[in-house]
């Protein structure tokens, strides 16, 4: 069942966005990006995408056993839920759209074991999960437990594939590929927003 609406606004620290397929007339999202760097990106509807952006997409994972990289090649459009990574040459903080329908969950893409999940609303991650932090580096988790903001991505590894390490790969053409190691630890934040230097009780932000 296809609600419609008029005007909406999502937030990226809201958890619970909405639910089932909606149509919306104007449809702000508040989702930060800082130039030069790169995120994950999964947005709720279908999106061309603009000038200054570079949008890659999860084309496969090589290598086995200990270590595996994700291989990201250029995207022609932004689809619907299905998770991206994104550089942008100048800072975003609202993305608009009109007359649009919009998605209530985000995709899985998966390969040699290695998945990436793009999430809508803000939702929380296991340990042992990987996401770009705002640095633009690919991280692990290393805390029990995570809130990762909305409109973004992560990854998960599945425990039969043997991957104890990942890397990014942006491919640039077909023989050059710049690599992003994983790093250990994570920016973690209140839900006020207040930076910590460690994880604490209660709801932790990244």
Known sequence: KKVWTNWLELREETSRV???????????????????????????FDYSIPSGWDVRELRNVNGNGHEASMVFVSASSI????????KTDADVSLVEMNNT????????????????????????????????????????????KANLKGFRAYFTVDESSGVKALKLGVEDDATNI????????????NIVGQRLMKAQKGINII
């Open 18 to 44: 909405f639910n089932g397929v909606q149509m919306v007339t104007d449809l702000n999202i508040k989702r930060g990006i800082t130039k030069n760097k790169w995120v994950g990106l999964c947005l709720p």
């Open 79 to 86: 689809e619907a839920g299905k998770p991206y990574i994104v």
């Open 101 to 144: 329908t919009i998605l209530p969950m985000g995709e899985t893409v998966s390969d040699n074991g290695v998945n990436m999940i793009g999430n809508i609303g803000q939702t929380s991650i296991p340990c042992g999960s990987y996401y770009i932090s705002t640095d633009g580096t690919l991280k692990k988790l290393t805390t029990e």
């Open 178 to 189: 710049t690599s992003v190691n994983a790093k250990e630890g994570e920016e973690i934040y």
